[in-house]
C-alpha cells in the first residue's frame, strides 16, 4: 500500500547539482523518518540523508556540506538538494521511509560525470 517514488535523476556534470524527490503515499500514520540512500555499482546501499519529521537531518560524512535533505510534512514529500557533486557520486538513489517497518523506492539512477 505505501508507495515511495522518486524522481530527479539524471545525468549531471562533476560539480553541478540536482535535485531529487520522493513523494510518499499510502499511510495512514506519518513516518518517524525519511530520507534518502543509495548504492553504487558494485557496492552496498549506504545511508546518505536522513530526516525527522521535525526536520533535524542527519548526513553522511562523504555528504556534509554538499547535500540537504528536506521535507515537505504536509504533502508527504522529501528533497535531495546535490551541490558539487562528484564522480563518486554516481549510484541509484533510493527514497526512503520507517514507521513500524522500513519502506524503499525504486530508485532513481544519478550519474555524475567529467
Known amino acids: 500500500q505505501v508507495q515511495l517514488v522518486e524522481s530527479g535523476g539524471r545525468l549531471v556534470q562533476a560539480g553541478g547539482s540536482l535535485r531529487l524527490s520522493c513523494a510518499a503515499s499510502?499511510?495512514?500514520?506519518?513516518?518517524?523518518?525519511m530520507g534518502w540512500y543509495r548504492q553504487a555499482p558494485g557496492k552496498q546501499r549506504e545511508l546518505v540523508a536522513l530526516i525527522t519529521l521535525e526536520g533535524r537531518p542527519t548526513y553522511a560524512d562523504s555528504v556534509k556540506g554538499r547535500f540537504t535533505v528536506s521535507s515537505d510534512n504536509a504533502r508527504d514529500m522529501v528533497y535531495l538538494q546535490m551541490n558539487s557533486l562528484k564522480l563518486e557520486d554516481t549510484a541509484v538513489y533510493y527514497c526512503?521511509?520507517?514507521?513500524?517497518?522500513?519502506?524503499w523506492g525504486q530508485g532513481t539512477p544519478v550519474t555524475v560525470s567529467s
Open positions: 499510502g499511510s495512514n500514520f506519518p513516518f518517524n523518518v
Open positions: 526512503y521511509a520507517e514507521r513500524i517497518r522500513d519502506y
